[in-house]
RNA sequence: UGACCCAUGGUGUAAUGGUAACACAUCUGAUUUUGGUUCAGACGUUUAAGGUUCGAGUCCUUAUGGGUCAACCA
């Protein structure tokens, strides 16, 4: 329920847990009553809506609070990051409307003060090398109810581990045969606490080291730590790290000795119906060529959502309507449908599109005239102005605007039915032609010149169709995207499935279509409302020659309901 | 034979210990030159059992259900 603040009797939205934690640090003069937050991805692919509800939250955040959010790449795995996917991930941040400003930084940034870290946990008898295998060490290191056991080296003297460490470091072991631990608990009941791997050898090339280091630390011995050098106060991540937050405590416990502390906060992150969220699954529909690309309009990726026709004010409000709980949670994609359609419909300017087009000859219009037609851009937008749209007496219509025996609920066209063409005329069906499939090939109707759009009361017609003039209407490509996946959870599968087995095998249709010739100029991503069927962009493929659409959305079609 | 987290309509998210609400979805109706939009309304909710209290979604206990943790990934 919408509280109301005290003194302005102003409505203001409740607050979510993360916005209590907050009030309550402030509260209490944590540090500082300072805010700063960050957003920290990997650069091993490519943000999708996942990640936009976190940077929502985080940015938010910071802004809510008049306080900062830093981007921070959490680059501490070189085999699996890659320059492409830190361009892609600034390209997203920043059309979503989100600014770091100057604070863009690296996990990276700090190797050489993590390094110095290790040494002082090594010298404090906090840390040793251990030279046996990830298989030894992973057995060792027993179950969640059974209690591990300690490694032969972990008593080595500080001397030796220091001298190990150096070498490492220095590049004589090869990958695999050294790690620097923690030296914790390895019969702690948290998996995490039982002497956890710091630093492992790997000698790859970083995307912004090079090949100053074949050591690089673990996630965990780096998040941490990388939030207290940049002053970050709220760190927030999904549950699965709830885990690892006494570990995260832990080492900031062995290092520092200040006041100021970061604090770890676990939200739930973001399902959504339909489709799948993980990395590694939107990897593979990428390399097994399943979509096109990272931005294949059916994917879920931010710059998917994009190419689709979806606007940063449309996810950041679906962000905002999805809140933020520690609860499991799938998210219905109709709320992220709505949201899209909730913006362009404020902000597309509506065009007439004929996707499946059936010719209608109007028999008593004068042939070779042409009518000039003044239409709104957009009713919902009294700024949005006028355009003109040619009419004449061979038209297009939508094929499934005709039936030849409809029911009385259809308010369309049909033998001896009248419609109005929106912003032309009334017309009526007087006689139709089929081929010899039985196909209907072409429709004879007669208008009615007394009822032209704008001349005043005028007697009423129960349906409105769009259409265009065939003569001036152009050509384009259309792409009809639909959900990727039939299933409402693609991952819910029987014992050894393939999620790839509930791809929607009609999640694209393709289709030649006729346009108002008001559109020539489109560029890539203007949108629209191809008016009574859905909202459509501009594709990056299209050009001048050769118009291409994508379908972001259908409009809500309640004749379609009724029909199911 | 473990630790930690979570549990409110179909889906999400709210509710200083004091009338369980908001959004989406669904269903009615009105308006409409988009079967769109808008407007009005309806439907439907506290996992269970105990306890504390004048009063419990909220606090306590137990149970049940769900999730996370056993990469030299993040």
Redesign the pocket.
Known sequence: ???TTENSGEATK????LE?IIDNDIQKGKNEGRVHTRF???P?GYLHIGHAKSICLNFGLAEKYNGKCNLRF????P??EEEEYVNSIMEDVKWLGFDWEDRLFY?SDYFDQLYEWAVKLIKDGKAYV?D???D???EQ??????PGIDSPFRNRSVEENLGLFERMKAGEFP?????LRAKIDMAS????MRD??LY???HSKHHRTGDKWCI?????F??GQSDYLEGITHSICT???????PLYDWFLDQLIDTDYRPRQH?F?RL?L?YTVMSKRKLLELVTEKYVSGWDDPRMPTISGLRRRGYTPEAIRNFAD????????????V??L??SV??HL?KVAP?IFAVLDPLKVIITNYPEGKTEDLILEN???DPEGGNRVVPFSREILIERDDFMEDPPN????LGPGREV??????IIKCEDYKKDENGNVTELYCTYDPE?????GE?R?VK????WVSEAESVDAEIRIYDRLFMNESPDDLEEGGDFKSNLNPESLKIVKGKIEPSVKNAKPMDKF?F???GYYCVDLDSSATKLIFNRTVT????????N?
Not at 141 to 146: D, I, L, S
Not at 175 to 179: E, F, L, Q
Not at 239 to 245: A, D, G, Q, T
Not at 463 to 466: E, F, I, P, S
């Open positions: 329920m919408n509280k409740s607050k979510n847990f209590m920290p991805p990997e091993n959490d680059d501490t795995n085999s699996k996990a251990d046996q295998s990830a030894l060490i992973s290191r027993g179950v969640p109810t059974r990958n695999g045969t050294h790690v009941p948290n998996m995490h956890p791997v492992r050898i790997m690089y630390p673990m996630y965990d780096a998040h549950l699965e790290f709830e885990i690892h937050r676990e739930a399902n119906s309507r999805v809140g933020v709980a520690k609860r499991e949670n799938v998210i219905d109709g709320l449908e709505f359609r909730e419909n509506r957009n009713p919902e609920k259809f308010f369309r109005r063409l929106k912003g032309a005329y009822t032209k759009s704008g001349s005028m009423k349906g409105t169709l769009h409302q008016q009574r069927l409009l809500k079609d309640t004749w379609a309901k009724m199911k």
